[in-house]
Each structure stands twice: as C-alpha cells, then as structure tokens.
C-alpha cells in the first residue's frame, strides 16, 4: 500500500532457505545456460571464452550479486522502491533509482525474446520424440530446412508463445510461495537430475573428450575485448545481474539468511549447470564432425544431427528439449515478477492484473519477433550486452559509493565485507567500463 510515496514492506517471504535457492538457481539456470551459454561458447573459440566467463562469474557477478540481494531485502520492496528507498535512506537523491529501472527495461526486453526462443523449444519437443531427427544424419541442411520450417510456421508459434507466456503468467499470479518457490522446488531439481543423465549419455556415447577439450584449451588469439564482452554478457545474463531480478528476490529473503552464502551457492550452480550442458552439447555435435560456431541456431540445427546418430537419440532428444522448457519457464517467471512486483506495490493493480498486463505485452512483441526473427539478435545484444553491463556498473556504484556504509556491512557480515567492499567500488566498475566501451568499439567495427 502506498502511503506518503512510500510503500509497506514485502509481506511475504521465501518459506524456506531451500526454496528461495531452487528460485535463484531457476532464475538463473534458464536459456542463458542450455541455449546462450552453448552458441556464444561456440562462436568464441571455447576454452578462451569459458575462462573469461569463470573469471567474470567470480570477480563481478558473485560480488554484484551479494550486493543485489542485500539491497533487496533490506528494503523488502519492489526493485525500484529498493534502490530509491536505501538512496533516502543514505540521504541521497532517489534519482538513483534509475538503477532498478534500467536493470527492468532489461528484464522486460530479454523476456519478449526469450519467450519465443522457448517457443521454438516447445515445438521441437514432439519433433524430438516423434524421431524425425533420424532424417538429418550427416545432414546439415535437412536440419536446416526443419528450422526454417518451424520458426516460418507463425500459426503454431503464436500458440506456443501464448502457451508459454501464460504459464509464466499463471505461476506469478499465484504468488511468491504458492507460485513461483512452489514451481522452482519441482522443476530445478528434475532439470538437474535429468541433465545429469543427459551427461553421462553424452560421455559414453557422444565425443565426450574433444568437448572438454574445446572447453579447456585457451588460445591467446582468441582473446578479444569483443569476446570479452560477450563473456561478461553472459556473465550478467545468466546469473540475472543488472536486470533487477536478484534485487527483487532478495526482498523475499528472510533477516536471517545469509546473504554472501546464498549469492555463492547461486553464482556456482549456474556455472556448474552452464559447463555441463556445454559438454553435453558439444559432446553430440563434435560425435558427427558438425559445426560448434553456428550462432543460435547450434542447438536447432548442428545438436539434432548429433542426436539423430545417437542410440536412444530420439527419448534424449526429447527430454533435452523438454528440459529446455523447464529451466526457460523458470527463468521468464523471474523476468516477468521484476515488472509485476512494482506494479502491484506501486500502482493499487492486483498480481494477477499486473501478471497479466505485462504477460500481453510481452507476447506482442514477441510476436513481431515471430514475423521477423532477425530482431531478435539485436535485441539480445542491446539488452544483455548494453542495458545488463551498463546495469551492473551502476549497481556497483551505488552499493559501494551511494548506500551508506553501515547498511550493506550490517547485510553482508564485516569479514565478507571488508573485501567485498573495495571490489565493488574499484575493481567492478574499472573493468566493466573498459570491457563494454572497447568491446564495442570492436564490435562495431572501430
């Protein structure tokens, strides 16, 4: 309830340490690690890029991730209302919460994009089972001619968009513990279970040892500040830093959690589950010589040949796109709760209403994403390699130089914070300043 431009707290909370975890980990194992993970690994090289995405995991999106989760729940409020609370809070200007609204455009564009990726998941699931990929063996172009047929087949995209939006739509609307823990609880715990066996498949029977090497060889050439940037990016993308996600689940976090624990279980489940889905991945597609560097068709077009040469290809192939499903809808439930947690604190609109609202908004855009797929490459970059970095800088110049000292040390615990501290306001924004103003010079062809 608003009251004098102020808000209540948060009222409800995550019911338990174990489902606030499966939440974070949804939100951050989705796509971001079974689809963007994989190409933008591909298109890098492999062992240079996967080296810098460790390296950014560790340095900025485990620190800015503590930080996001402590202005949370400090707060208890909506993203927005966080960041401009602890600003008044710290006798700065609210101004600052230009923070939180940068890191919800975000959200709110990766979403439009996201969910129709996931809709070409869901179309590829009864492909998978049905065991159409047999035809694509040593056959790139088959499979291309199948991509093609199904992204151009706008009628069942739409549907599956609309299918797939409104599953988002209803586990938000429900709720924080009846919805969105409830959902995350049962489905991360089967992606994970289920990735393994994928894994240990792809060891036996897939090329198991030319993954890991294209995952582990580094080659200095390879290094780039634009493939720094792609790194950082997906840093970003896949732990949902800079896109006021963690922020607005750290106001669900209980005064007793601790908070560098759980950014640190978070940022080493999504890199453990990004490098297993990479090795399962490359393991198929190295099995049939197809090509790594394809762009975000890999997973489309190059895995189904691999899969198609397999034993069993057709029930693997159909949970890997299964899975892909589960860890995308957790994923959007966390993009689309950034935008309906404001709106049902600030503007009198109820959950479902808001759930509702920004749900339809988000289908029609991306339904011009269906009508023209080629957007969707440059909204990804505008939102994860512009907005989310550009989110992240700000971030740390908030939580290290804005908020008031005492507060983020009484959320992060003094041992933590005493190097926790000096990371966020000097070495964090230094390097993503550098990396995100040379890489895109590289990238737009300086």
Known sequence: MTIAGRVDRKSETWSSRFGFIMAAVGSSVGLGNIWRFTYTTGENGGGAFVLAYVGFIILIAFPLLAAEYAIGRRSGHSAVESVQALARASGKSELWGVVAWLGMLAAFFILTFYSVVSAWFMAYVPIAFSGDFASDVGSTASSAERFEAV???????????????????????????????????????????????????????????????????????????????????????????GAAVMITYGAYLKGDANVPRSAAIVAGADTAVALVVALTVFSLVFAVGSDPSSGFSLLFVNLPIGLAAMPAGQIVGGAFFLLALFAALASSI??????????????????????????????????????????????????????????????????????????????????????WRPVVRWVIPIVIGVVLVMGVYEKLGG
């Open 151 to 241: 992204t151009s087949d706008l009628p069942q995209l739409l549907l599956y968009l609309a299918i797939f939006l409104g599953a988002a739509v209803a586990v938000v609307g429900i709720g924080v513990k009846r919805g969105i823990e409830r959902a995350s609880t049962i489905l991360m715990p089967l992606f994970v279970l289920l990735f393994i066996v994928l894994l240990v498949f792809a060891a036996a029977e897939g090329a198991f040892a030319e993954a890991v090497g294209f995952l582990t060889n580094v080659h200095v050439e390879d290094f780039s500040f634009a493939m720094l940037l792609d790194a950082l990016a997906q840093s970003f993308f896949a732990t949902g830093v």
């Open 334 to 419: 966390s993009l689309l709760e950034v935008a309906v947690s404001w709106l049902d604190e600030r503007t009198g609109v109820t959950r479902w209403g808001a759930a509702m609202g920004v749900g339809f908004a988000a289908f029609v855009i991306g339904a011009g994403y269906i009508f023209s797929r080629e957007y969707i490459g440059f909204v990804d970059f505008v939102a994860a390699s512009l907005l989310m970095p550009l989110g992240g800088f700000l971030t740390a110049v908030f939580a290290g130089w804005v908020i008031e000292k005492k507060l983020m040390q009484t959320e992060l615990g003094n041992g933590f914070f005493r190097v």
